[in-house]
């Protein structure tokens, strides 16, 4: 019998999940849609970014890869775990920050937009936000059929349609039957605060972009987005028997979290920031982007020479 408790936390996470795209972009549109054009575009960008970036590039790559010895040594080898997950953040962030400068440079050529940005980025983030909602509500609908029709009950249904085999429904419902309230909701909160990262990371891009910065932009998003990626990866590994289990799930989780919340509060800051640099833009017009990163450049390299002379 699972809790009530773990069953109203994974509808929470369903719901959170789902608010977690539909609140910024409904916050977004409904500020902009009168002042400035290609909202509801720069998401849909968003959302083709992340589909071209983390799934139809990365299948013929890793397909490459598994074809090479040295790879699957690395990934079935336990010791050389840690060099397979760095390989996998560096693969996903690269194509990460190749899908956001592309929705960069697609939406801002004519009129810069920080709304249109944190647009692509909503988009950049839904899919995840939509995995975790639907994962969820299918874990609800099993939970349901496991307290009132009891294991073997949802063991056929799992394995009805030949795509799961006994042993991986069996373990299936083993996690389900285990599962707590509280790692539960934490996944509906993690997407908010993935959500804010993501954010963070196309701003970083777009301020570059409207600086004429953006190459160097890119591959600064690119590296904090690697390192995010690395770390949450590692962190969740510790628990598994690849890394040796050096603590427990329940341990590794819980940093996890922490990790995360420390990351989206860095990126709230970010974000802030760039909300009060884009008020002077809308008060003084749309090529204002240029002129206070001009001012900003000329007055760090004023700076610069005086310390020199000094």
Known sequence: MVADSVMIAMIFTAILSGAAVVAPFAAIYFMARKKEAGILSSFGLGLLAYFWSQYLLPIPIIFLLTKMGWFMNVYETDNLYVVYILITAVLLSSLASLGRVWCIWLMNRKVPSLYRAISSAVGFAS????????????????????????????????????????????????????????????????????????????????????????????????????????????????????????????????IYDAYVFACALASVWIIINAFKRYKRVLAEGPYAHFAYFEKSDKKNSDKDKIEQVL
């Open 127 to 254: 899919f995840k936000a939509v995995s975790v909602l639907a994962t969820y509500l299918s874990y609800y609908n099993y939970v349901k059929i496991f307290n009132t029709q009891g294991r073997d009950e949802l063991m056929k249904l799992l394995t009805a349609s030949g795509t799961v085999n006994n042993e991986s429904a069996s373990s299936m419902i083993d996690n389900l039957t285990q599962a707590r309230a509280f790692d539960a909701a934490m996944q509906g909160i993690n997407v908010v605060m993935a959500l804010l990262v993501e954010i963070a990371l196309i701003i970083i891009i777009y301020e570059g972009y409207i600086r004429k910065k953006t190459v160097i932009a890119t591959v600064i998003s690119a590296a904090v987005g690697f390192a995010y990626s690395f770390i949450g990866m590692l962190i969740n590994s510790l628990g598994t028997e690849k890394m040796g289990n050096m603590i427990d799930a329940n341990s590794s989780a819980l």
